[in-house]
T-cell receptor, first 112, second 111 residues
Framework: DAKTTQPTSMDCAEGRAANLPCNHSTISGNEYVYWYRQIHSQGPQYIIHGLKNNETNEMASLIITEDRKSSTLILPHATLRDTAVYYCIVRKGFSGTYKYIFGTGTRLKVLA | DTEVTQTPKHLVMGMTNKKSLKCEQHMGHRAMYWYKQKAKKPPELMFVYSYEKLSINESVPSRFSPECPNSSLLNLHLHALQPEDSALYLC??????????FGPGTRLTVT
């Protein structure tokens, strides 16, 4: 299974951009990269996903390298409420049998 | 309604008990999932149901028995669990495609 590796923890000052890296060097051509976050044992919350193009939505931006071996999640203006564990995920399989392979997660702490 | 609900929120059970976890969604999603999450670890997939049929079983021990009675409801029946089965059990749903929506989880303690 494609594996993702992430730094264990990061700090970010409130109001600054948080850049969370993820390595997925064994990803296959049809496997998507997803990012979710989990706030203190609540259910994971969807943030963004992409295949090979950079993506942006109201929460974040996702930058995927051209060789697709790594990606970076960018929270443009981090707030205290963004403190959470952020998971980089590779989605495998086909419609009806999709599997999320979760990375180990990065614990982001936003500092006042 | 964009919510996945799970009951109960907390469950304590003995190793000889039989209990069930319940998950419900009314978003018309046709894929539903069970995950297990140990403390400070990422969620691990257990089962996937697609159109009410079991499509993935990640070699889960038979003491965990999933059931999908209809497209809105997913159960996980528990029997003869071990203390190491104590964890947060998460349910999720999706259209057969894009993102999964997760419920808040059931925190299970096996004594």
């Amino acid at each position: 299974d494609a594996k993702t590796t992430q730094p264990t923890s990061m700090d970010c000052a409130e109001g600054r951009a948080a850049n969370l890296p993820c390595n997925h060097s064994t990803i296959s051509g049809n496997e998507y990269v997803y990012w979710y976050r989990q706030i203190h044992s609540q259910g994971p919350q969807y943030i963004i996903h992409g295949l090979k193009n950079n993506e942006t939505n109201e929460m974040a931006s996702l930058i995927i390298t051209e060789d697709r071996k790594s990606s970076t999640l960018i929270l443009p203006h981090a707030t205290l409420r963004d403190t959470a564990v952020y998971y980089c995920i590779v989605r495998k399989g086909f419609s009806g049998t999709y599997k999320y392979i979760f990375g180990t997660g990065t614990r982001l702490k936003v500092l006042a | 309604d964009t919510e996945v609900t799970q009951t109960p929120k907390h469950l304590v059970m003995g190793m000889t008990n039989k209990k069930s976890l319940k998950c419900e969604q009314h978003m018309g999603h046709r894929a539903m999932y069970w995950y297990k999450q140990k403390a400070k670890k990422p969620p691990e997939l257990m089962f996937v149901y697609s159109y009410e049929k079991l499509s993935i079983n990640e070699s889960v021990p038979s003491r965990f028995s999933p059931e999908c009675p209809n497209s809105s409801l997913l159960n996980l029946h528990l029997h003869a669990l071990q203390p190491e089965d104590s964890a947060l059990y998460l349910c999720a749903s999706s259209r057969p495609g894009p993102e999964q929506y997760f419920g808040p989880g059931t925190r299970l303690t096996v004594t």
